[in-house]
Structures are given as structure tokens and as C-alpha cells.
């Protein structure tokens, strides 16, 4: 298995942009997971589905934030519009159950 | 919001002395992870324990969980220059895993 797998792996954007970030998870897996990560606040759950179902959005910041899993293979994140302050690297992750959580390598977004 | 506090925040040791990393978490858990982050990498699992396990290891690795004291530790033996990341603990409490900020790790060789 290729693991779980993210796109772009960079992405550099100004303000006001719209940003989507997409992940495949691994095939098989049943929950999905969104992360955020920063120097000041570490690691931070955006929101989690289970079974293409979003179960808890909580850590999504603002109404700008979105995110789709529209099927068992695909999700998405959408920032829309952008600021300097979503500059971040955005971790996907999936696993089976509450068990161990596979990440993928992670989009390290930058806007200016 | 993070469930797990990691302790230190830093530890740089030298080549082949042990690494001895802390957890502590603020509910009851179904069972606690421990993840490890190379720089500019995701997080890659190392170990489970469930709430009714007091000791587990892989490697070496030992980890050991007290649930009275709502606190868990991680012990790399026989540090290698290659153990030089960040530590993460995750707690599993039921709904979904939150991480704590993790131990960053220096090992020199």
C-alpha cells in the first residue's frame, strides 16, 4: 500500500486565495483525520469522519475552513479565502477505528 | 484542545544513554499512542498501550501507563543518532485522539 497520500506537498498562495489541500487515505480504513500544525500551537484536530460522515468538526477554525470526504477514497480541505495566519503544514491521516493513525506526509502551506 | 502534556519539552543526551520521555493526560483513555516526528515529516506510530496495561515494548522501547496517575513514560534504550525527532503521546478517549506537544529529542552522536 502506498500509504496515505497528500496533495500538493507545497503550496505557496496570497491572501485571499482559495486553498484546497487533498488526501486518499489508505484503502481499507474507515476514519479520516485532518490536522493542523504549527510552531505556536503543535498539533491541532480540524475535524475527523468516520465512514465519509463528519463526526466532530470543533477544531476547525472559522467559517472559512471546509471539509468533504465525498467518498471512502478521497477528502478534501478548503480554505476559503485564505490568510497569512492558515500558513501551517496540514497533516491527513487515516486509520481503522480509534486505532493506530497512519499520516501522510504532510502540505506545508504558505500565505503570503 | 491537547488531552496530552508531553515532559520535557526538550532532552538532548548523548549516543547510547537512555531517553526517558513523559506523559500526562487529563481523562479516562481507552488507550494511549506514541508517535514519533522526524523534521518536516508526519507522525509515524510506535507503540499502543490499552487502559488495562501496565507495560509494553518493542524494541527498545518501553513504555508503561499509570492510569491512577493519569500519566505514561517512554524509554528509548541505547540511543541512537538516528532517534532524533520529536516524541508525540496521542490519548484515545473515546470520540477521537488528541496529542500533546510533544518531546523534542536530540541524540548526539
Known amino acids: 500500500d502506498a500509504g496515505v497520500i497528500q496533495s500538493p506537498r507545497h503550496e505557496v498562495t496570497e491572501m485571499g486565495q482559495e486553498v484546497t489541500l487533498r488526501c486518499k487515505p489508505i484503502s481499507g480504513h474507515n476514519s479520516l483525520f485532518w490536522y493542523r500544525q504549527t510552531m505556536m500551537r503543535g498539533l491541532e484536530l480540524l475535524i475527523y469522519f468516520n465512514n465519509n460522515v463528519p463526526i466532530d468538526d470543533s477544531g476547525m477554525p472559522e467559517d472559512r475552513f471546509s471539509a468533504k470526504m465525498p467518498n471512502a477514497s478521497f477528502s478534501t480541505l478548503k480554505i476559503q479565502p485564505s490568510e497569512p495566519r492558515d500558513s501551517a503544514v496540514y497533516f491527513c491521516?487515516?486509520?481503522?477505528?480509534?486505532?493506530?493513525?497512519?499520516f501522510g506526509p504532510g502540505t506545508r502551506l504558505l500565505v503570503l | 484542545s491537547q488531552q496530552g502534556e508531553e515532559d520535557p519539552q526538550a532532552l538532548s543526551i548523548q549516543e547510547g544513554e537512555n531517553a526517558t520521555m513523559n506523559c500526562s493526560y487529563k481523562?479516562?483513555?481507552?488507550?494511549l499512542q506514541w508517535y514519533r516526528q522526524n523534521s518536516g515529516r508526519g507522525l509515524v506510530h510506535l507503540i499502543l498501550?490499552?487502559?488495562?496495561?501496565r507495560e509494553k515494548h518493542s524494541g527498545r522501547l518501553r513504555v508503561t501507563l499509570d492510569t491512577s496517575k493519569k500519566s505514561s513514560s517512554l524509554l528509548i534504550t541505547a540511543s541512537r543518532a538516528a532517534d532524533t525527532a520529536s516524541y508525540f503521546c496521542a490519548t484515545d478517549a473515546g470520540n477521537d485522539m488528541r496529542f500533546g506537544a510533544g518531546t523534542r529529542l536530540t541524540v548526539k552522536p
Open positions: 498501550i490499552r487502559s488495562n496495561e
Open positions: 491521516a487515516s486509520s481503522w477505528g480509534q486505532e493506530t493513525q497512519y
Open positions: 481523562t479516562s483513555i481507552n488507550n
